[in-house]
């Protein structure tokens, strides 16, 4: 056995180790899982190291020991203030070294870390131009809300820690601002670029706005730009929230209230507070309006004992809105909320309406700007005047005045030629001053038919020649507007259109109809872009200053008879019997009205753009 155990060498392996071999043995350990912890080369010998010798091999694995390591706080204070030693050395050839010390986690750090990380952060960016744009975008990546962080946002408004931390964020990036003139651009560029997408969670986009609000207060250089970049994906969202998804919703949510009212046993309850929307991206766009209202409103709101520089600034400002306004919002087609930045922020001061104004009816007059845009203008003005509880009715009847004029000239001036082409193509800006003119005068018509004054007013804009005239731009009007004008101008004895109504409608017969709307080259392709607000938590600056439609002191109850009559349909094939002449076997049943009264009272309207919200 003895022979056979020291050939096999058996008994050697059960020898205990000496004190010197058990040394070496922890050591040559120790030495194989060195490259894990190269902290204790350093990043000064790393990187002295790579430039003496050419070698990386120390710089790679410093890099991986930073990304993988839960580093403590006085590790990353003694790594940032030995990486400022060398910050000169630091050329784009440890880009990945300097990424991953950006990379750091370093917001909930002691005020010494995050001390040495922001010393660091700018001294690299200074002495290297090529790391403005990782630096920067570290930094904005703060900025976007995880989505599991729902929590600690409401209504896009941070907790107090979520709040500390950005501060550190805001703070530092303030520094660099300051210092590193040349990231302007940079951020301008990665706060566009790193925009969350429209369908991230509500607090994610909402968090990000915030944001981006927070430095346009603290740095107002970037606010025309920052500003116009929020419309521009403001919009988005508004048209991805369609209207009738979010009326649906709200209709199940007043049914619901409805329903409660009458189980409530304590009838002095206090009102209930508005509630989010269900639906993702109109909840998403009313917490995001509802921050750049509050936001538009402090820049822009007059404060008391206020300087000079304070006034010319909040002038300036609205100035710059009113740029982006005509850059951003008045050329989109389809929106249906955003708008309505520039109509509270109008309400603030009588200064801001006028201007507003104005700027629109110098583009309806240029013969230069697009049709389209002087047509959405036109749009602008008439669904403001309408809207605004705030504008005087001096300015109203000073509007009419200048639209009447204009249409009047048009008609003037116009040559044999275009007397004979009537299109809507070749004459869109006349229709569409002459549409404002008659949605405006229905809307309006108690403020402009209650003294003899206005009545006055009302028949020195040759309403009647306008109605009448070869262009017929009754035509081309949407039929609520028209039959709304038409009531009110026959009441009050200012024209009589209900001939040329009765006319087109015989045109109309032989219109290819679809989806029950008439064909784009019959009507004017029309938005009154005020029409009724109905995001619920944002409304709150908007409903204080908006008129909500009221039906005029016409014989009302046709109103029910002509809704009814224009909801029959002879067959679910056929189309919505809208026209006087389609209902000639029903005229028995109304035999006692005059035929003038049933045409009046058939094309009375009931809901339409701009008439469907009554009191």
């Known amino acids: 056995m003895s022979i056979y155990s020291s050939k096999t060498g058996v008994t050697s392996i059960l020898k205990s180790f000496s004190n010197a071999d058990r040394e070496r043995a922890k050591t040559a350990a120790l030495n194989k899982v060195r490259f894990s912890t190269p902290k204790e080369k350093g990043i000064v010998e790393s990187v002295r190291v790579a430039l003496e010798e050419h070698n990386f091999h120390l710089i790679q694995e410093f890099t991986y020991f930073i990304r993988e390591a839960d580093l403590c706080d006085e590790e990353i204070v003694t790594i940032m203030r030995d990486a400022r030693k060398i910050v000169h050395s630091l050329t784009p050839d440890f880009a990945d070294l300097v990424e991953a010390l950006l990379s750091l986690n370093w917001k909930k750090r002691s005020t010494d870390a995050i001390q040495a990380y922001s010393e660091f ?102 606010e025309e730009l920052l ?8 919009l988005i ?4 929230a369609p209207r009738d998804e979010i009326e649906e919703l709200r209709e199940e949510i007043d049914e619901e209230d409805a329903d409660a009212m009458f189980q409530m046993d304590d009838v002095n309850a206090s009102p209930k507070q508005p509630q989010a929307l269900d639906h993702p991206i109109g909840q998403m766009l009313d917490i995001c309006l509802l921050k750049l209202l509050k936001f538009l409103d402090d820049k822009c709101r007059p404060v008391l004992n206020s300087s000079d520089d304070q006034r010319v600034a909040k002038s300036r400002f609205f100035k710059t809105l009113i740029h982006i306004f005509d850059e951003v919002l008045l050329p989109s087609h389809n929106t249906h909320h955003v708008q309505f930045v520039i109509f509270h922020v109008c309400s603030i001061r009588p200064a801001y309406a006028e201007a507003f104004l104005s700027s629109l009816w110098l583009k309806v007059q240029n013969p230069n700007v697009s049709p389209i845009i002087r047509h959405v203008a ?14 005087p009715l001096s300015t109203i009847t000073y ?4 639209l009447s004029n204009w249409a009047n000239t048009y008609i003037n001036d116009s040559d044999e030629f275009s007397s004979k082409n009537c299109s809507l193509k070749a004459n869109m800006v006349f229709f569409s001053v002459c549409q404002a003119m008659f949605y405006l ?10 003294n003899e004054k206005n009545l006055t007013l009302l028949n020195s804009l040759q309403l009647s020649r306008l109605a009448m005239c070869h262009f017929n731009p009754l035509r081309y009007c949407l039929p609520p507007v028209a039959t ?13 259109c209900h001939t040329v109504l009765e006319r087109n409608a015989r045109r109309k017969l032989a219109t290819i109809y679809g989806h029950e709307k008439l064909m784009p080259e019959e009507t004017l392709d029309t938005f009154f872009p005020f029409d009724p607000y109905i995001l619920p938590l944002s409304n709150k600056y908007i409903e204080p200053n908006y008129l909500v439609y009221k039906v005029h002191e016409l014989d009302e109850s046709a109103e029910c008879v002509a809704t009814e009559t224009m909801r029959r349909k002879r067959g679910d094939s056929e189309m919505v019997e809208e026209d006087d002449f389609i209902l000639a076997d029903k005229r028995q049943k109304l035999s006692e009205l005059s035929k003038s009264q049933l045409f009046d009272k058939q094309f009375y309207y009931g809901t339409s753009p701009g008439f469907n919200q009554q009191q």
């Not at 969202?237 to 991805?240: I, Q, T």
């Not at 005068?441 to 209650?450: G, P, Q, S, V």
Request: no cysteine.
């Open 441 to 450: 005068i229905a809307f309006r018509a108690r403020d402009l038919t209650n």
């Open 484 to 496: 709304a004008f038409a009531g009110v101008t026959r009441t009050y004895q200012l024209a009589y």
């Open 399 to 402: 509007y009419l005045k200048e």
């Open 227 to 234: 500003l116009q970049l929020v419309l521009q994906k403001l």
């Open 237 to 240: 969202l508004d048209v991805n």
């Open 121 to 222: 952060t700018v001294d690299v960016m200074v002495a290297h131009n090529a790391y403005i744009h990782i630096g920067i975008t570290k930094l904005i990546l703060n900025w976007i809300p995880n989505d599991q962080e729902s929590a600690e946002w409401t209504n896009g408004s941070p907790s107090q820690l979520v709040h500390a931390d950005l501060e550190t964020v805001h703070g530092l990036l303030n520094r660099i601002l300051t210092a590193v003139p040349m990231a302007f651009d940079v951020v301008i560029d990665t706060i566009a670029a790193k925009f969350p997408y429209f369908k991230k969670p509500a607090h994610v986009t909402a968090g990000y706005i915030h944001n981006v609000l927070w430095l346009m207060e603290s740095k107002p250089v970037y």
């Open 378 to 391: 036109v749009s602008y003005i008439a669904s403001f005047l309408a809207r605004a509880k705030f504008v």
